[in-house]
Nanobody, 119 residues
Framework: QVQLVESGGGLVQPGGSLRLSCAAS????????MAWYQQVPGKERELVAL???????RYANSVKGRFTISTDNAKATVYLQMNSLKPEDTAVYYC?????????????WGQGTQVTVSS
């Protein structure tokens, strides 16, 4: 059984910063791709940032230069550093991790954390 626990969301003023964390626990053999998605009401979940097992990263155009995805593989944790936040960054943020267990590779989602950017 694998669980992902997110933390770090909240209310921040425009121009501020937040750091999201997502820690995986359970019977993990290895971790592949890690990613963060955002979702606003009435819209589909969209990719914000992704990091592969080899360290390659990819970002949505809207967050390039402002957000940074990183990992601590020893802790099975992925982070999203969000700087220069804008009101349009307001969303629920979900982490996603591809994990190999004894039963194969599967994707797991965090519970979501609300980020609100407002003055």
């Amino acid at each position: 059984q694998v669980q992902l626990v997110e933390s770090g969301g909240g209310l921040v003023q425009p121009g501020g910063s937040l750091r999201l964390s997502c820690a995986a626990s359970g019977s993990i053999f290895s971790i592949n791709t890690m990613a963060w998605y955002q979702q606003v009401p009435g819209k589909e979940r969209e990719l914000v940032a992704l990091i592969t097992a080899s360290g390659d990263t990819r970002y949505a155009n809207s967050v390039k230069g402002r957000f940074t995805i990183s990992t601590d593989n020893a802790k099975a944790t992925v982070y999203l550093q969000m700087n220069s936040l804008k009101p349009e960054d307001t969303a629920v943020y979900y982490c996603y991790i591809d994990i190999r267990t004894a039963y194969g590779i599967d994707g797991y989602w965090g519970q979501g954390t609300q980020v609100t950017v407002s003055s």
